[in-house]
């Protein structure tokens, strides 16, 4: 939606490098989750945050709603990291908006 | 501009009625999804589609029922509606080819 701007599209990354995806928004967010497709279309969630920064193996995320971001962090990508990841953002007036996602190829 | 619709956009009904959330897409896609969004649980799938005329169970769905008449429009049936099923339902639209995904804005149900 246009008040989540996720970037980039499409990210590719070699076995064992890393990178980040961000979401920018245009409104003050309350909360932030990321989440990740799998093959039959189930969203995965990975971190849900209201502030600060949340990590889980190798994803890290973080939030900060006064600058009006959010960014999860892939290292030592892995084959099975592969997928469509999304960010979705809340807040009173408009509920739950997400991003457009990010296709993630990782490749030997 | 191609877009997920859904409605009504929030819903208040009585436990034991029907409730029905309606979903038309605009992107030709073949795939659409239906969620429930409750805190702590992230996104669940309830009902998804190939296409027209078809409708499969996703990971939570039991007490609803799905209906594709179209590539345009899937609904999500609540023939007996609960307390229980008060939460954010999310359509989606995704095209089987490419993982691309589109959402709907969301549909807030009340059961009372």
């Known amino acids: 939606g246009d008040q989540v701007e996720q970037s980039p599209s499409a990210l590719s990354l070699h076995e064992g490098t890393g990178s980040a995806l961000r979401c920018n928004f245009t409104?003050?967010?309350?909360?932030v989750q990321w989440f990740r497709k799998n093959s039959r279309g189930s969203l995965i969630n990975l971190f849900y945050l209201a502030s600060g920064t949340k990590e889980n193996g190798r994803l890290k995320s973080a939030f900060d709603s006064k600058e009006r971001y959010s960014t999860l962090h892939i290292r030592d990508a892995q084959l099975e990291d592969s997928g469509t990841y999304f960010c979705?953002?809340?807040?009173?007036?408009?509920?739950?908006?997400f991003g457009l996602g990010t296709r993630v190829s990782v490749f030997p | 501009e191609a877009a997920v619709t859904q409605s009504p956009r929030n819903k208040v009904a009585v436990t034991g009625g029907k409730v029905t959330l309606s979903c038309n897409q605009t992107n030709n896609h073949n795939n659409m999804y239906w969620y429930r969004q409750d805190t702590g649980h992230g996104l669940r799938l309830i009902h998804y589609?190939?296409?027209?005329?078809?409708?499969e169970k996703g990971d939570i769905p039991d007490g609803y029922k799905a209906s594709r008449p179209s590539q345009e429009n899937f609904s999500l049936i609540l023939e007996l509606a609960t307390p229980s099923q008060t939460s954010v339902y999310f359509c989606?639209?995704?095209?089987?080819?490419?993982?691309?995904?589109?959402f709907g804005s969301g549909t807030r149900l009340l059961v009372i």
């Open positions: 409104t003050t967010m309350r909360a």
């Open positions: 979705a953002a809340y807040n009173y007036a408009q509920g739950l908006t």
């Open positions: 589609s190939y296409g027209a005329g078809s409708t």
């Open positions: 989606a639209s995704g095209d089987a080819r490419n993982s691309d995904y589109t």
